[in-house]
């Protein structure tokens, strides 16, 4: 079963701040841009030829829901000082949710019947012969920050591949970002796929998703 890996850079469509770039596990050459509406017959396309797809987003895809109050505001495992509930955080976790519920739809009506959405990464190693539209968390941060937001969304695709070259096929590769011990988990992302349709179930809702974290832009494009 080929592959292909999508990580969406999150920001204003209406200030030209969000870009999408897509690569697979063999090629060097990315494709990027930064028209959201040219991502959805991409996808398509990809769908169509039968290939399994990780859409990866980059922000928060799932909260920590702590048990005592004294917790609450408190940041997932290894934010650092980049809490999903700092304003910035706070704000592209909004954002972020409003444009994959969107994303989600769209793909939905156009390719709804020819996926399987998951949040297992496993599945998407897999040679099962449905393709799957894996969801996964993109963390850019700090000293990983490139100088445009494609290659934001470059630098998270190029370490999801990464990652996976680097883990047999029948293992899970570690998350970089979880919730603290004891906690419980809000899934983001399956709340998204219950509003556009690609789920009907609850029990996802306490899953957390794979979180890759690059260390430092990636120069793919140049």
């Not at 920050?145 to 029948?170: C, L, M, N, Y």
Request: hydrophobic fraction near 35%.
């Amino acid at each position: 079963m080929s592959q292909v890996i999508y990580a969406c850079d999150i920001g204003s469509v209406k200030s030209g701040a969000f870009a999408w770039a897509r690569i697979t596990p063999d090629e060097q050459k990315p494709e990027t841009s930064r028209e959201i509406e040219e991502l959805l017959p991409r996808i398509e396309a990809d769908a169509r030829q039968g290939r399994h797809i990780a859409l990866g987003f980059e922000s928060p895809l799932f909260m920590p829901i702590p048990e005592n109050s004294s917790d609450l505001s408190q940041g997932r495992e290894n934010e650092g000082a980049r809490s999903m509930f700092a304003p910035a955080g706070g704000y592209v976790t909004t954002l972020g949710l409003h444009e994959m519920a969107w994303i989600l739809g769209k793909l939905q009506e156009r390719c709804g019947h020819l996926l399987t959405y998951t949040l297992e990464s496993s599945e998407w190693q897999s040679s099962q012969p449905t393709p799957v539209l894996f969801l996964w968390e993109a963390f850019v941060s700090e000293g990983a920050h490139g100088e445009t937001h494609e290659q934001d969304a470059i630098s998270a695709a190029e370490e999801f591949r990464k990652v996976f070259q680097k883990v047999p096929a029948t293992e899970v590769p570690a998350s970089k970002v979880k919730s603290r011990d004891a906690q419980a988990t809000l899934s983001l992302a399956h709340v998204a796929a219950l509003w556009s349709g690609w789920a009907t179930d609850h029990d996802r809702l306490t899953c957390e998703t794979l979180v890759i974290k690059p260390e430092k832009p990636n120069h793919l494009s140049d």
